[in-house]
């Protein structure tokens, strides 16, 4: 099925409102009682706004467009212009609970992955909710190392390019050797020859979707 672009609003404390996109996997709709996993993707610092389809530009929502056959329901919001995904938390995870909610998600796989702003994005949202994520895969991130023993039951897969100028790699690195050092489930690719685009690479690599694919809640 296409990718769309829809809006959320909810009213807690105030009023959250996020486009995103939706990507319901072909399929879908002829048996209504298979659940799917789900990805939750958060962009880069380049990609806010609200223009949603600049959402599209790099990694999971790019990917769905290549890959037809793409097996999970994917959401790819959108942060606004003059925020960063650090002050959006409460308005993720209540897209996340809305549309687990309204689809056939299997709640049990549900992966969460960013790259650059979205890399120390999904640091934070995991370490703050890990009950709620099977996964995670941070791409050129980083973030407190003081917070990772949130995550020593989860499977973390790290993508960084060895060049990057933009986040440098220690910022991976850190958070890695953090959890490590209280038994962790984590893992640190590392490319060579590349700068700040390390996400290309890991997006379009079957073995990611695989390995997601093995852990569930």
């Avoid at 850190?174 to 962790?184: D, H, R």
Wanted: hydrophobic fraction near 40%.
């Amino acid at each position: 099925m296409t990718q769309t672009a829809r809006r959320m609003e909810k009213e807690i404390l105030k009023k959250v409102s996020l486009n995103f996109l939706l990507h319901i996997p072909d399929g879908y709709e002829k048996d209504s009682t298979k659940k799917w996993p789900l990805i939750l993707f958060l962009h880069g610092s380049g990609e806010r706004g609200d223009n949603v389809e600049r959402v599209a530009i790099h990694g999971i929502p790019k990917i769905v467009q290549q890959q037809t056959d793409f097996p999970f329901i994917a959401v790819s919001p959108q942060c606004p212009e003059d925020s960063f995904w650090g002050a959006e938390m409460d308005a993720l995870i209540l897209l996340l609970d809305e549309i687990v909610m309204s689809h056939n998600v299997d709640a049990t796989r549900v992966y969460l992955t960013g790259l650059s702003m979205g890399g120390y994005g999904a640091w934070q949202l995991g370490a703050i909710h890990p009950d709620r994520f099977a996964a995670i895969v941070p791409i050129c991130g980083g973030g407190n190392p003081k917070r990772v023993e949130a995550l020593k039951k989860t499977p973390v897969w790290v993508f960084h390019g060895a060049q990057d100028k933009v986040v440098p790699i220690s910022e991976s690195e850190n958070m890695v050797e953090a959890l490590q050092a209280i038994g962790g489930n984590v893992k640190l690719t590392v490319y060579p020859d590349a700068d700040h685009d390390s996400w290309t690479e890991t997006y379009e690599n079957p073995k990611l979707y695989e390995w997601l694919l093995q852990h569930s809640l």
